[in-house]
């Protein structure tokens, strides 16, 4: 998708069902590796990084089916071993999880350093020591990583700084070294729990996921399962975000609602009538909006994935809000864009002051990378007049049939 147009001013209303989540999808993908047998894995999103992640197994040895939308049998069965150096890599973040899945099964791995959103620096340092705390070596050679060892021995792993990657992809190697692992400072988001839930389902001994100590003992193998990804909480609390910036009433189904317990709280702070189900949330405005402050933070804090968004709607929201990102440097790049449209923010490192204006305006925008697309897609919707995301295929990488999913909703929203 080349380009996304919007004619913004359009309240969204009516129900969006949410996909399955990206980030927990990803890894669990990845984790089929640490089984010989078949898995399946139902509540896939059907986004380009799945297909790019599928392309990747492929191409390591792995027999991919894709059974229905949504659920993919993965038989990894015949891979030889775990090295992929191809340009692909850099296409996603997700792939650098062939390293833990690979030093698990073979004692080996190699990689080509991966890609994702360019957000700032985005080291892998916390990944390296995990596993040379498990008896790998590690060595980066030009631009790729290659892990290797003779044995992986359980071992007392603290995480210098809270590390979703890094927490996974040691869990995936430690699951089949010998011994009991513990990490501390582990990261405690939603998707932890789904891939430790994941490799207990085919027999693993993961215990505290969710918590920042997880104990892993290590077992000899894995067998395969059938397992359902969690909902996508980043993709709800997106369209929630949009519902609020077009004043509209919409319910997102499907979803966990204590997993947005930080997006629920903020809009609730701002005035936003946040009602919650068993599986939904309805979010309706019926008054003026008010600024609020946000920090982003590991979970539960404010997710990091949904400050732009936020950015985006308090732009035009009345009064001043700040908004501080302790994780990623460099995840105001979309700012620039939103100034096209006429927004006023100042950024200071990693803070921007947000002066709501009254109305944005319609223009041609490029998104730089997959939320900071969706926030303009969040302006674009509240804006006067049309306005041209171009780059948009960086948005096709995290939301499955945005547009589609707009369009029920409502948006004058078409592909250009
Ligand atoms: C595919 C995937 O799941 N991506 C998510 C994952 O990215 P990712 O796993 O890359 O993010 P991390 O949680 O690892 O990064 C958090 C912070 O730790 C730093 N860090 C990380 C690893 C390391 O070895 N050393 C180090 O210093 C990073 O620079 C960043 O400041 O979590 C991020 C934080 O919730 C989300 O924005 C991404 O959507
Ligand atoms: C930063 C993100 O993704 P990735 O880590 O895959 O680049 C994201 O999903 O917002």
């Given at each position: 998708m080349k380009k996304i147009i919007i004619k913004g001013g359009n309240k969204l209303r009516g129900t969006v069902n949410i996909s399955g989540f990206k980030n927990a999808a990803l890894p669990i993908m990845v984790a089929t590796i640490l089984t010989k047998d078949k898995c399946i894995i139902e509540n896939l999103p059907m986004i380009r990084d799945v297909d790019c992640l599928k392309e990747i197994l492929i191409k390591i040895g792995a027999k991919v089916k894709l059974i229905e939308k949504g659920a993919m049998e993965i038989d990894t069965t015949n891979i030889e071993k775990c090295k992929l150096t191809d340009d692909i890599n850099r296409k996603m973040r997700a792939s650098y999880y062939l390293l833990g899945a690979g030093l698990g099964r073979f004692k080996e791995s190699e990689v080509l350093y991966p890609g994702g959103c360019d957000i700032g620096v985005r080291p892998i340092d916390q990944h390296i020591k995990g596993f040379e705390a498990l008896g790998a070596t590690v060595e980066i050679d030009h631009g790729i990583i290659k892990c290797k060892a003779d044995k992986l021995r359980g071992n007392r792993i603290y995480l210098d700084v809270v590390s979703v990657g890094a927490t996974i992809n040691i869990m995936m190697a430690a699951t089949l070294a010998e011994g009991i692992t513990i990490i501390e400072n582990a990261a405690r988001e939603p998707h932890i729990v789904d891939v430790a839930n994941f490799i207990n389902a085919c027999g693993g001994k993961i215990i505290g996921a969710g918590t920042d100590i997880i104990k892993i003992v290590g077992v000899e193998r894995l067998k395969g399962c059938n397992y359902s990804v969690i909902p996508d909480q980043i993709e709800a609390g997106s369209y929630m975000i949009m519902g609020v910036a077009t004043e509209g009433d919409i319910i997102v189904n499907n979803v966990i609602p204590k997993h947005l317990e930080p997006v629920t709280a903020k809009l609730r702070e701002m005035g936003v009538e946040v009602t919650e189900y068993g599986e939904s949330i309805r979010v309706t405005v019926n008054?003026?909006?008010?600024?609020?402050?946000?920090?982003?933070?590991?979970?539960?804090?404010?997710p990091t994935d949904l400050q732009q968004l936020m950015s985006a709607l308090l732009s035009k929201t009345k009064g001043t809000s700040v908004v501080t990102e302790?994780?990623?440097?460099?995840?105001?790049?979309?700012v620039d864009e939103l100034k096209r449209m006429g927004a006023n923010i100042l950024v200071d490192g990693r803070i921007a002051v947000i002066k709501g204006v009254e109305n944005l305006m319609g223009t041609r925008v490029e998104a730089k990378d997959l939320r900071g697309g969706a926030a303009l897609i969040v302006a674009a919707l509240s804006a006067n007049g049309v306005t041209e995301i171009n780059k948009a295929y960086h948005i096709e990488r995290g939301y499955e049939d945005i547009i589609d999913k707009l369009l029920n909703l409502g948006a004058d929203i078409k592909e250009g």
């Open positions: 008054k003026k909006l008010r600024s609020v402050d946000i920090k982003t933070l590991p979970y539960p804090g404010f302790t994780i990623f440097d460099g995840r105001f790049k979309f």
